[in-house]
Nanobody, 123 residues
Framework: HVQLVESGGGSVQAGGSLRLSCAVP????????LGWFRQSPGKEREGVAS???????TYADSVKGRFTISQDNAKNALTLQMDSLKPEDTAMYYC?????????????????WGQGTQVTVSS
């Protein structure tokens, strides 16, 4: 079992930035692909960014160039730096861990989930 706890959500105006953080057990980085997903009301959960065991990253087209996923070794945290935020980025954001070592945004590959943190971007 992998316990994941997100933090850092909030409200921001369009064009602003937020940084999400997810507490991950130290062994999580060597065993699991880690990722960020989001879900808006009435929409399916979608992959945003993922980090493989080998440090390879992958991003959804909608966030490429604006979001950065990384590992904060000092804090044992998975982070998502979100810049140039848009109203359409408004969603509940979830941290996830999956059994596939490769970077992927496929929902079915992730079996462990955090409780989520809300991000709201106003225009």
């Amino acid at each position: 079992h992998v316990q994941l706890v997100e933090s850092g959500g909030g409200s921001v105006q369009a064009g602003g930035s937020l940084r999400l953080s997810c507490a991950v057990p130290p062994y999580g980085y060597t065993r699991y692909c880690l990722g960020w997903f989001r879900q808006s009301p009435g929409k399916e959960r979608e992959g945003v960014a993922s980090l493989s065991v080998d440090g390879i990253t992958t991003y959804a087209d909608s966030v490429k160039g604006r979001f950065t996923i990384s590992q904060d070794n000092a804090k044992n945290a998975l982070t998502l730096q979100m810049d140039s935020l848009k109203p359409e980025d408004t969603a509940m954001y979830y941290c996830a861990a999956g059994g596939s070592p490769a970077a992927t945004l496929r929902l079915s590959k992730f079996g462990y989930w955090g409780q989520g943190t809300q991000v709201t971007v106003s225009s």
